[in-house]
């Protein structure tokens, strides 16, 4: 059976895309989750936010966002690739 047709790859595939990341800013008063591929998956906003301006808010969103996305790098360069011709640790790169 041709790795690409085996039945246990679909659902690991499904998973792998399902998978996302959350952090937060240091203050906690923002928080995004991402994707794998670091694509922003939601915002959120915590009691310390309330009241800040908005670009002081950005900020912080801005950080959380950097941060989320460094533990998604790290995370999809840990993980098999899917694609049988893919070398080791390259799970993002097809």
Do not use: K, N, W
């Not at 906003?45 to 900020?59: H, N, S, V």
Request: glycine share 12%.
């Amino acid at each position: 059976m041709d790795i690409a047709e085996h039945p246990h790859r679909t659902s690991a595939d499904a998973m792998i895309g399902r998978a996302t990341v959350r952090a937060a800013s240091d203050g906690g008063e923002a928080h995004v989750t991402v994707d794998l591929a670091g694509a922003v998956v939601a915002v959120g906003f915590g009691p310390a936010g309330r009241g800040m301006r908005e670009a002081d808010l950005a900020a912080y969103v801005l950080a959380a966002y950097e941060r989320a996305a460094a533990q998604a790098a790290r995370l999809a360069a840990e993980l098999p690739c899917a694609d049988p011709g893919c070398l080791p640790g390259r799970a993002g790169a097809h």
